[in-house]
């Protein structure tokens, strides 16, 4: 991916790991920190060439494709990257081999800059891996999840991903993905298995901050929801998604009224208050497990993040308080 110039015109030839992205998308992604509307206007003005030509936003590139990029002022973009590589935390890698790497990501950080933060997960591996052509999230976890992220390090990887994430791609396709997550939420949950078709609409609150809830307006949600462990007050569940709308488990559970422990969004304020008192200072989501066919061999394979320490602790002094009633001894 070419480094844009402030200074002097950018030329950019465009490889097998960029090719079938969008012009717009791809500008935006190597001239991170320029607003939006600074993209559109040189696309739109013609100052932007592809292979000497106008070209317009939404035109696909082609392998061999050549860009003339006008000098762009990149100072904000300089300032997320280093940000970025001031993270200071160690992001375990749980697999990788040329096409894909697999993150442990931690807790309370984002996976990408944005909506309040200058920088995330992405940012901080281009920063510390600047030899890497590619790398591009194919998929997303909210910032107080943890969890296993997919980063792509190949164009076709990527795109072969996407493909599986993508609605009639997950789970009950031979090329989908089985994603489970870890969840502990406030109340005595009682059945083994329960399926949850509720479907979800995203909305904005006056603030700007994006929402969701479940409305007969929203699109087709199902997550599957398996019974691990219970408590007086509290259940350990596994969470499968079969499709993957934004906040699915979050809003699924407060609908049912299992809201998640620690949610600052949909969850109970006060009783995070109180959690917060007793260790648990974050939301107790975790994507713990995924399988999926390999995206370049097809080869299936299965990827674990082990439950944070910090989480599995809260979950032994739970029991100790309150004596588990249901499921194999935590």
Not at 201 to 230: D, I, P, W
């Amino acid at each position: 991916m070419a480094d844009v110039s402030k200074n002097t015109v950018t030329q950019a030839i465009i490889t097998e790991d960029e090719q079938g992205q969008r012009l717009d998308n791809f500008l935006l992604k190597i001239c991170k920190g320029v607003p939006k509307s600074h993209v559109y206007r040189i696309v739109r003005s013609g100052e932007i060439r592809v292979n000497r030509r106008r070209a317009e936003v939404c035109y696909r590139l082609q392998i061999g494709d050549v860009l003339r990029i006008p000098p762009i002022r990149l100072a904000q973009r300089d300032t997320e990257m280093a940000d970025g590589a001031a993270i200071g935390v160690e992001l375990p890698i749980l697999y990788e081999d040329d096409a894909l790497l697999v993150i442990d990501k931690p807790s309370g950080i984002a996976v990408h800059g944005g909506s309040g933060v200058s920088f995330g997960v992405i940012e901080a591996l281009r920063r510390q891996r600047p030899q890497a052509r590619f790398l591009e999230l194919a998929h997303r976890l909210d910032r107080e999840t943890s969890g296993i992220l997919l980063v792509g390090k190949k164009r076709s990887a990527l795109t072969a991903l996407h493909d599986m994430f993508r609605d009639g791609g997950i789970t009950g396709n031979a090329r989908g993905a089985d994603k489970r997550y870890l969840v502990l939420v406030k109340g005595r949950w009682m059945e083994p298995l329960r399926h949850v078709k509720a479907p979800l609409l995203k909305y904005l609150l006056e603030t700007g901050e994006r929402r969701v809830r479940v409305s007969e307006q929203g699109k087709v949600s199902h997550t599957v929801f398996r019974l691990r462990a219970r408590w007086g007050h509290y259940s350990l569940l596994e969470a499968e998604l079969k499709s993957g709308r934004t906040h699915q488990i979050r809003v699924h559970l407060a609908h049912l009224g299992f809201p998640i422990a620690g949610d600052d969004k949909y969850g109970d304020f006060a009783l995070n208050k109180a959690l917060a008192k007793t260790g648990l200072k974050r939301m107790f989501l975790h994507a713990w497990k995924m399988t999926l066919p390999h995206p370049l061999s097809g080869t299936a394979v299965t990827f674990e993040a082990p439950l944070p320490a910090h989480l599995d602790a809260f979950l032994h002094n739970l029991s100790v308080k309150d004596p588990q009633e249901y499921g194999e001894k935590i």
